[in-house]
Every structure is written in structure tokens, then in C-alpha cells.
T-cell receptor, first 117, second 113 residues
């Protein structure tokens, strides 16, 4: 149990286009989802926290108009990178938490590698 | 602010024990985690420990927590080549699954045959 998927696994796009990444909890209801970003050989940095039906809470330094987060249902959150530029190239990882799978830990998706040309 | 520190590299021989160390700064951390990341993949939760525990053992993995020194370690017994990966230590700020996770930079474990 407690499986989280992400789609796509990887995406290459042209500079200036927008890219949507999906994060799904497959077998539990995720009341909270988190979005992280990982640069090559770096640690994960929390970008934002989203609760179902509410606006996302962004970490300091993360542009909310650049990284649009929607958590419209208990099993799906999306991250849209708007007007992507090469510096947005990174590994984006989501995680999900829900009381039905315990309150000790978040469950991570496999990540999405974004490359902006 | 919160900070989690780890050494960047560790090299061991197959069959030996590996010990990966981590220090953290926030004394209010309630949960501390160890994750494994293989190249190009997401994070795999290995184990975690609640802050009122000193030790937790799970098969080949032993976690030791020294709350006074804010020091966490992960010991892998009988290390195998399949254990080669990057290991991240993380603390939960705000409590368990609902808290923000602060990650260390990761320790790259290399296991030599």
C-alpha cells in the first residue's frame, strides 16, 4: 500500500512553454501533498505544500506564479511549470500524506526529470 | 534555521558494515528519516525513528539517535553491492507526515566487491 506515482517520468520541452506534472496517490487518499525539487547532486528542497481543496503554501523564494500547484482531489495534485526556462531544468519529486496510511511519514513518487532546451 | 548535515561520501568493502552519520539542528524534530536514492530514481524510505527512541533495528538496518547531541546514524550490516546509492537523512519539522522535511545533502555509499 501507499503507492505514489508521477507522470511523466521525464519531459523535454522548449524554452517558453508550460509543462504539467501529475502526482497521484494510487491506493490512499492524500490530504496533503508536497512538491520538492532536486538539482543534480544536490538535496531535495521543498517547494510547496498543498492540502486538498486549498491553495498551496509556497516556501520562501519559490514563485507561485511560475510554479502553479493544484490539488483538486484527494488523489491528484499537479505542478505546472509556466514559461519554462533552462534554469527550471531539475528533478521534481512529489510526496503524499494521508491519515489512512499512518501519520509517521510521507510517501514519495518516483520523480519527474524536466529538461528545458 | 533548520539544517541537516551529512558527510558526502563513504566507501566500504562488500560484507563490511557501513555507518552513515547525520547531525541536525532543530531540537523540536519529532521524526527522523533515512531515505535511499538510486541513480535517476525517486526516494525509497528505508526506516525512521521517533524522537523519543534511542535505537531502532530493522533487519540489516540499525538507527541510533542521540537526541542530546542531535546526532543520527544508520548502520547497514553485511553491506552488499546493491546497497550502493545515495542516502539522505531528513528531519520532520512540524510532526510526522504533515511536517516539512528538511533533507541533508546525501551520503554517496560506494560498495566495493
Amino acid at each position: 500500500g501507499a503507492v505514489v506515482s508521477q507522470h511523466p517520468s521525464w519531459v523535454i520541452c522548449k524554452s517558453g512553454t508550460s509543462v504539467k506534472i501529475e502526482c497521484r496517490s494510487l491506493d490512499f487518499q492524500a490530504t496533503t501533498m508536497f512538491w520538492y525539487r532536486q538539482f543534480p547532486k544536490q538535496s531535495l528542497m521543498l517547494m510547496a505544500t498543498s492540502n486538498e481543496g486549498s491553495k498551496a503554501t509556497y516556501e520562501q523564494g519559490v514563485e507561485k506564479d511560475k510554479f502553479l500547484i493544484n490539488h483538486a482531489s484527494l488523489t491528484l495534485s499537479t505542478l505546472t511549470v509556466t514559461s519554462a526556462h533552462p534554469e527550471d531544468s531539475s528533478f521534481y519529486i512529489c510526496s503524499a500524506a494521508g491519515t489512512s496510511v499512518g501519520t509517521d511519514t510521507q510517501y514519495f513518487g518516483p520523480g519527474t526529470r524536466l529538461t528545458v532546451l | 534555521g533548520e539544517d541537516v548535515e551529512q558527510s558526502l561520501f563513504l566507501s566500504v568493502r562488500e560484507g563490511d558494515s557501513s555507518v552513515i552519520n547525520c547531525t541536525y539542528t532543530d531540537s523540536s524534530s519529532t521524526y527522523l528519516y533515512w531515505y535511499k536514492q538510486e541513480p535517476g530514481a525517486g526516494l525509497q524510505l528505508l526506516t525512521y525513528i521517533f524522537s523519543n527512541m534511542d535505537m531502532k533495528q530493522d533487519q540489516r538496518l540499525t538507527v541510533l539517535l542521540n537526541k542530546k547531541d542531535k546526532h543520527l546514524s544508520l548502520r547497514i550490516a553485511d553491506t552488499q553491492t546493491g546497497d550502493s546509492a545515495i542516502y539522505f537523512c531528513a528531519e520532520s519539522i512540524g510532526g510526522g507526515s504533515q511536517g516539512n522535511l528538511i533533507f541533508g545533502k546525501g551520503t554517496k555509499l560506494s560498495v566495493k566487491p
